[in-house]
């Protein structure tokens, strides 16, 4: 069954990326150094404990340079591997695998990297009851792909955009006058979900009496998170968001949050170390 992602066009993103590498001149190197019928088996491994993402959309780069490659998935996105693992094999036309290798490692490795760090925040707060969730830092461009690899480490998405919730933040409520009269705008413009984000116990009140659907509790530490979570009683769902690092998710998860925000999934994740290693075998062999 071919991959798809909701609100992506794996085409698109295939040709512009390889645009991008082959410029106005292609692959220079592998035109002059490459018979053009060699032939080439290969093997993806990845050199570290990682959570896979990404490898629909590197058969996609292969797929688009050699139609008749062939690609044999050996795990599948999401899972976890360990170090030395084969994630896929190949066997296809030497001068496009060769010329594909790079924009496919770079999106398995950005992909991985995103969804093993997530991965290692799910395992810090699994039985809390709280949901990781990743934000809107996104790189420009790739936000479809990168929230895909938050989940393939086990978190939910938070908004894709602007446009499907209200996030009412400080400087709303500085131009509406407060936290209550922004909210109000908010419920007049027929929005259904609208989070507000508070960063002083004293806004709840008004935040909720005046139609709030989800509070995020911004840079609170874990004894205030508690206080406003029992304050809040259950009448919306609440998220802890800011400077949430690894070492002190697990706090504020037993806080009693029903959500935790980490930009740093999709800001900060560093490179999975995958590889890609050819063999050239004589055409026919």
Known sequence: MKWTLPDFDLAAFVAATLAED????GDITSAAVIPADAVFDGAM???DAITVAG???????????????TVEPLVRDGDRVAPGTDLMRLSGKARALLTAERSALNTVQ???GIATMTRAYVDKIAGTGATLLDTRKTIPGLRVLEKY?????GASNHRMGLWDAAMIKDNHV???GSVGEAVRRAVAAGIAEIIV???RVDQIEPALAAGATRLLLDNMDPPTLRGAVTLVGGRVPTEASGGVRLETIRAIAESGVSFISVGRLTQSAPAADIGLDFVARLPGA
């Not at 082959?22 to 001149?25: D, K, P, V």
């Not at 490898?55 to 490659?69: K, N, Q, S, T, Y």
């Open 55 to 69: 490898l629909p959309i590197a058969e996609a780069f292969f797929r688009a340079l050699d139609p008749d490659v």
């Open 149 to 153: 690899a938050t989940r393939m480490g």
């Open 110 to 112: 950005h992909l991985s």
């Open 197 to 199: 984000e508070v960063d």
């Open 45 to 47: 491994d990845s050199r």
């Open 174 to 176: 500085a131009v509406a």
């Open 22 to 25: 082959l410029g106005r001149g």
